[in-house]
């Protein structure tokens, strides 16, 4: 008995030492003690030991850009003694270790995004990495569509490049096959797009200077690459890219990205972008909290000596650049940016040092010693530079910076302060560019439908009746004789062109002593025309260029002193436009264009001559090779007239024959078309 009361007490002392081993456990703190990493194959083992096992697996989240995976530990501490650590073990790159207060947060960094797994081995927390099954069927390159015939051979057919709308740089790729592998990804300053197994002809292997079109891209360089082709896109300043695909037409786009410095996170979209994260802190220093963001971001950040204070702060999946921006204006702090070096302290210290800093600056400026360069202009006039410099509203030199001209070899001699020089040198390299060509075609339609129809008729009867007394001759002889007696209607048709048809009959009795004439004239006429005119002139842009043809009438006209002079008037065929291309590559044209012709009946008084003039004068904005129509007058003419006798014109049935009839319908169009073309390198590889 003695001996069960003692096995029973041994097993009741240690359930209670269990349950307070749990319940201390379940109340203490935890502690993050190694941390090792294995890959198997692609798969990557990531073990966590801590001090004391864990009750539940850890809540955890992922972020596909750029590819991370984060567990958050509850009453843990970090016992590594670091906050960070390099592997590179297949796809995983590092791991972050952050603690505060409390918790810790665990950050592993991928080089893509992958599929993770835990489970509780002992006092080890075991992930398992593995990469996605989309990104594992296509490896390395990013196919735009399903391949489903991938012995097919698939080739590039062009190459092009143009400036969107919105000044982006986009390239055109023209491959045979949609179904080709595509991989694209940013190395260093260049963008690398892999074609796998795309052949590239010989005639594409090229390189394309497009600095001209003001983008973010310089140059497209294609060439040959094993059984596959590379293109290579050197872009300038900031930009983004981004790429899609529509049928065999693969596209990609390079935007440029104005940089603004009191942004942490820079691109196109707005509000904020930085990663999320989540905040639960009570009464935390400032300078801790500023610590762990730094850590969570990467970036490098330095906290002034002046920062102090603590702050409650609880955010649930908010940008880390929003946070940031909420912390500091809580405790009335902000932030300067220099490259990825971010520099935090309160708002009057940072205005003071700027100040002192403008002062300094001022007070060198005036004391810098001078420098002498010259400019040699290329496309623009030296004069022209010299006026943008010394522009009282807006000068770029100092007060005692000048600038000289040598009309002769179009040279500009400056002498100002190094940095007033390298703002001169930047503005020239923008102003001395060769101006754009532009073509502009005009035609001018006049277009005639004319239709007239005329009726008339001329009816004659002549009698000759026999005298019924003789009529004595020289010689005293009787001679006998006629008198003839006439009846006419004289209403022929009037053509205003040609001559118009004649049906004409004679009646007459068997004498011969009676005769009735008629004769019916009829025209009908219908006629179409069309007169084209086209001027072309070839301009640099913002100049206005002029061309007409045509011819001078003279004309006397009177003197002051009362004599008279010839003078001339022109009667031409001109078009006067100035065009001005716009940045999105379409044309704003102001244009006048007059075609004058002599009027075919002229005016005697005073000698001069009537002008039929055709006269526009507008300004229009058309895309590039487009046509617009400018102006259109139309006109139509309708007259009906009608001459009679009267009474015998009146009179029922016959009165046609005592009448002449007139109907006239006239049509004229005049249509004025324009058409601009930009004249440059043609980069479109064919």
């Given amino acids: 008995m003695k001996q069960i009361r003692q096995h029973l007490l041994g097993l009741v002392g240690l359930v209670l030492l269990a349950l307070g081993l749990a319940n201390a456990q379940e109340g203490g703190t935890n502690t993050i003690e190694a941390m090792s990493v294995a890959q198997q194959g692609s798969v990557v083992n990531v073990r966590i030991t801590f001090k004391e096992p864990l009750?539940?697996?850890?809540?955890?989240?992922?972020?596909?850009?750029?590819?991370?995976?984060?567990?958050?530990?509850?009453?843990?501490?970090?016992?590594?003694?670091?906050?960070?650590?390099?592997?590179?073990?297949?796809?995983?790159?590092?791991?972050?270790?952050?603690?505060?207060?409390?918790?810790?947060?665990?950050?592993?960094?991928?080089?893509?995004?992958?599929?993770?797994?835990?489970?509780?081995?002992?006092?080890?927390?075991?992930?398992?990495?593995?990469?996605?099954?989309?990104?594992?069927?296509?490896?390395?390159?990013?196919?735009?569509?399903?391949?489903?015939q991938l012995d097919v051979p698939n080739e590039i057919r062009d190459i092009s490049f143009r400036r969107g709308k919105d000044g982006e740089g986009r390239i055109t790729v023209d491959l045979t096959d949609a179904n080709a592998g595509i991989d694209i990804?940013?190395?260093?300053?260049?963008?690398?797009?892999?074609?796998?197994?795309?052949?590239?002809?010989?005639?594409?292997?090229?390189?394309?200077?497009?600095?001209?079109?003001?983008?973010?891209?310089l140059t497209v360089n294609t060439v040959s690459k094993g059984s596959g082709a590379r293109m290579t896109i050197t872009p300038r300043g900031i930009w983004e890219h981004n790429a899609y695909q529509t049928d065999t037409q693969f596209v990609i786009e390079v935007k440029p990205i104005i940089e603004n410095p009191n942004k942490l996170v820079q691109g196109t979209r707005g509000g904020y972008q930085g990663e999320k994260l989540s905040l639960n802190f009570q009464n935390v220093d400032v300078r801790r909290l500023l610590q762990v963001i730094g850590e969570f971001t990467g970036m490098n950040m330095v906290v002034s000596?002046?920062?102090?204070?603590?702050?409650?702060?609880?955010?649930?999946?908010?940008?880390?650049?929003?946070?940031?921006?909420?912390?500091?204006?809580?405790?009335?702090?902000?932030?300067?940016?220099?490259?990825?070096?971010?520099?935090?302290?309160?708002?009057?210290?940072?205005?003071?040092?700027?100040?002192?800093?403008?002062?300094?600056?001022?007070?060198i400026s005036d004391l810098e010693p001078l420098l002498?360069?010259?400019?040699?202009?290329?496309?623009?006039?030296?004069?022209?530079?010299?006026?943008?410099?010394?522009?009282?509203?807006?000068?770029?030199?100092?007060?005692?910076?000048?600038?000289?001209?040598?009309?002769?070899?179009?040279?500009?001699?400056?002498?100002?302060?190094?940095?007033?020089?390298?703002?001169?040198?930047?503005?020239?390299?923008?102003?001395?560019?060769?101006?754009?060509?532009?073509?502009?075609?005009?035609?001018?339609?006049?277009?005639?439908d004319s239709f007239a129809k005329n009726l008339g008729i001329r009816l004659s009867w002549n009698q000759a009746n026999r005298l019924d007394t003789a009529r004595i001759g020289s010689d005293g002889t009787a001679l006998s004789g006629n008198l003839n007696t006439v009846a006419s209607v004289n209403l022929p048709s009037t053509p205003r062109v040609g001559s118009a048809g004649l049906l004409s009959f004679t009646l007459y009795n068997q004498r011969f002593t009676q005769f009735l004439s008629a004769e019916i004239s009829a025209l009908e006429a219908d006629g179409r025309g069309k007169v084209v005119s086209s001027p072309r002139v070839m301009t640099a842009n913002q100049v206005e260029a002029i061309i007409e043809q045509g011819f001078e009438l003279p004309y006397q006209m009177a003197t002051a002193s009362g004599a008279t002079a010839v003078a001339f008037r022109k009667a031409n065929l001109s078009l006067k436009v100035k065009p001005q291309i716009t940045p999105?590559?379409?044309?704003?044209?102001?244009?006048d264009i007059n075609k004058d012709t002599p009027s075919p009946s002229f005016s005697t008084q005073g000698g001069g001559y009537a002008i039929d003039t055709r006269h526009v004068k507008t300004e229009v904005l058309v895309d590039n090779g487009g046509t617009v129509v400018i102006g259109g007058i139309y006109t139509q003419t309708t007259r009906t007239g009608a001459q009679r006798i009267p009474f015998f014109g009146d009179l029922p049935y016959i009165g046609w024959l005592f009448k002449n009839r007139e109907v006239i319908d006239d049509k004229t169009e005049l249509l004025v078309f324009v058409t601009p073309r930009i004249i440059s390198e043609n980069l479109s590889v064919r």
């Fill in 55 to 148: 009750r539940a697996l850890p809540p955890a989240f992922s972020v596909t850009t750029p590819p991370r995976i984060a567990f958050d530990f509850a009453n843990t501490t970090n016992g590594l003694g670091k906050v960070s650590e390099t592997y590179n073990e297949g796809d995983l790159r590092s791991a972050n270790i952050v603690q505060v207060e409390d918790r810790t947060r665990v950050v592993l960094n991928l080089l893509k995004t992958m599929n993770h797994e835990a489970t509780i081995d002992g006092r080890s927390l075991l992930l398992t990495l593995a990469p996605r099954a989309t990104a594992e069927s296509a490896g390395p390159v990013e196919h735009f569509a399903k391949s489903r």
């Fill in 185 to 217: 990804r940013q190395q260093g300053a260049s963008l690398i797009v892999d074609f796998v197994k795309v052949s590239l002809p010989e005639n594409l292997r090229k390189r394309l200077d497009v600095t001209d079109f003001a983008t973010p891209v």
């Fill in 305 to 363: 000596d002046s920062v102090g204070g603590s702050i409650t702060l609880i955010l649930k999946d908010v940008p880390w650049d929003q946070a940031l921006d909420i912390i500091m204006q809580q405790k009335g702090l902000d932030m300067r940016k220099n490259g990825n070096v971010i520099l935090i302290a309160p708002r009057e210290e940072l205005a003071t040092k700027e100040k002192l800093e403008f002062e300094a600056k001022a007070q």
């Fill in 372 to 448: 002498t360069e010259s400019f040699q202009m290329n496309y623009i006039r030296a004069e022209a530079v010299q006026k943008l410099l010394v522009d009282p509203k807006q000068t770029l030199l100092s007060k005692r910076g000048s600038a000289l001209l040598d009309d002769r070899s179009n040279m500009m001699f400056v002498k100002d302060t190094p940095s007033r020089l390298d703002d001169v040198r930047a503005m020239i390299a923008k102003v001395d560019m060769p101006a754009r060509q532009v073509m502009i075609e005009a035609r001018i339609v006049e277009a005639g």
């Fill in 584 to 591: 999105d590559g379409k044309i704003t044209m102001a244009l």
